[in-house]
């Protein structure tokens, strides 16, 4: 399962960057090992609102009752969205795979290599992905991604009879994008 979520990371990665995108903060809430679905961020403003809504990836999780979460991101776009300084390999793509009891971070760094420039200066890149270090157990998170992990695994506690269906619609109409697999779609 891990490396079939790690490739599709890199796949979606490198078609954004391909289109001068950099994909936001993604999240894959896991329940006994069967995948809840994919979860992006919504819009961010740089600074505080950047820091809440990354963390905020973590109420679909909590409302699902996940026991596994991973949460993948870009050194450099989380670093500049949450005015954080950069710690760790940049440009790199970031994925953490979180329990209650641990996480582990797994790092994929690339260069980039310049497809074309746009007339208003937009890139259009290609990652050149360089060999990655070994996984980091316990490895240090930034500010956002470890609120993220930590919140999922907090319950969620919501006087509604459907407390994960109210929490997806909730997180759609603050402009999370939301992709969930068939055993949990509603």
Request: hydrophobic residues 45%; proline residues 10%.
């Amino acid at each position: 399962m891990w490396n079939g979520l790690v490739g599709v990371a890199k796949e979606t990665y490198t078609a954004s960057l391909s289109e001068g995108v950099v994909p936001r903060p993604l999240m894959m809430p896991l329940v006994r090992g069967g995948l809840v679905g994919l979860i992006w961020v919504r819009p961010l403003k740089v600074g505080q609102d950047a820091l809440a809504g990354i963390a905020g990836l973590a109420n679909i999780a909590a409302a699902a009752g996940a026991d596994e979460v991973v949460l993948v991101w870009e050194t450099h776009d989380v670093a500049t969205a949450c005015e954080l300084p950069i710690v760790g390999l940049a440009p790199c793509l970031n994925m953490v795979l979180a329990t209650p009891t641990g996480h582990v971070l797994h790092q994929f760094p690339y260069s980039e290599q310049l497809l074309s420039r746009s007339s208003q200066g937009w890139a259009s890149v290609a990652p050149d992905w360089r060999p990655a270090p070994e996984p980091q157990p316990g490895g240090e998170l930034v500010p956002p991604i470890q609120a993220a992990v930590n919140f999922s695994f907090t319950p969620i506690e919501l006087d509604h009879p459907d407390p994960f269906g109210v929490t997806v619609v909730l997180m759609e109409e603050d402009g999370y994008r939301i992709s969930l697999t068939e055993a949990f779609a509603r």
